[in-house]
């Protein structure tokens, strides 16, 4: 069997940037920015065959997120706190060489995360083995095999292990993302919450009641923690189909969200785009 490695490029190309941008002093005064985009292309050449070395890999996919994300139609919340932040310089040159050289996977409105847990995820008798190479612990909520280079660790998750992370993000929130959780609930409290009161909607339910939160509150940051599968994404129209959902939701409840989970499937031609600090503000 062959393996394939499903690589977050967001990752490298934005550590790669900043590995290669440096600070210069002229006078006293007078400092600029410098990047040496020839670094930052031997640093990712490096990681990869590290990566292929590591894993023993045959080949590799490198995934992009698109400028617009469909998480920011449902909440305009979603990472809108790193919209003030300076990306390093050599940023988007250095993602227009990864899918010159190598060929990069973008899909409409979807992060590079969605793009990786789709690929993980379709064909489950797939010939290849298929692992997920990113620093980003969402992946936990993904059933597959989750290489993070940091830690150099190897997870294998199954679906029932996968689903109890989403749900426990669902509870803790993610405040790096953007969308908080249940008040006082943190990722150790949330585990906790679940492993005695049992793993399902209900229990989160409880947690966002007691907080005087709604169900609507829960379902919004399960949708924020989610990564898309396979089997809820169109792959030839590139459309997500439909949203997750509890297990125990009745048609009549899924009817009850229909109206905000219609805002992001089909088609989503509008611009999400975040607007870059150096952008001109139009009014």
């Excluded at 490298?12 to 210069?24: D, K, R, V």
């Excluded at 609930?185 to 949330?190: E, F, Y």
């Excluded at 949203?243 to 009745?250: E, T, V």
């Excluded at 607007?275 to 503000?281: G, L, V």
Aim: charged residues 30%.
């Amino acid at each position: 069997m062959t393996t394939t490695l499903l690589i977050d490029a967001d990752v490298l190309a934005y550590q790669s940037a900043f590995t290669a941008q440096a600070n210069i002093q002229w006078k006293e005064d007078l400092w600029t920015v410098h990047t040496d985009l020839a670094l930052a292309k031997t640093w990712i050449v490096d990681r990869l065959e590290t990566f292929k070395k590591r894993m023993k890999a045959d080949d590799f996919i490198l995934a992009i997120s698109d400028k617009n994300n469909f998480r920011r139609k449902l909440n305009s919340e979603y990472k809108a706190n790193r919209r003030s932040k300076f990306a390093p310089i050599g940023l988007d040159p250095i993602r227009d060489w990864l899918a010159e050289e190598y060929g990069t996977v973008i899909y409409p409105n979807l992060e590079a995360d969605d793009v990786l847990a789709i690929l993980a995820t379709e064909r489950p008798n797939r010939k290849d083995k298929r692992i997920i190479v990113s620093i980003d612990k969402d992946f936990k909520s993904v059933p597959c095999a989750f290489y993070d280079f940091n830690r150099g660790e190897l997870h294998e998750t199954t679906k029932e292990q996968a689903d109890h992370y989403h749900l426990m993000q669902t509870l803790a929130g993610d405040p790096v993302d953007g969308y908080k959780g249940v008040p006082g609930i943190g990722v150790k409290s949330a585990g906790k919450l679940l492993d005695i009161y049992g793993a399902t909607w209900d229990t989160v339910l409880n947690a966002y009641k007691k907080a005087h939160m709604t169900e609507q509150d829960a379902l919004m940051n399960a949708w924020m923690a989610y990564l898309i599968r396979k089997d809820e994404y169109n792959n030839k129209h590139k459309q997500i189909k439909y949203l997750w959902m509890p297990s125990c939701f009745d048609e009549k409840q899924k009817r009850k969200y229909s109206h905000l989970i219609h805002q992001v499937t089909g088609d989503l031609d509008e611009d999400l785009s975040r607007q870059k600090p150096f952008d001109p503000i139009s009014f």
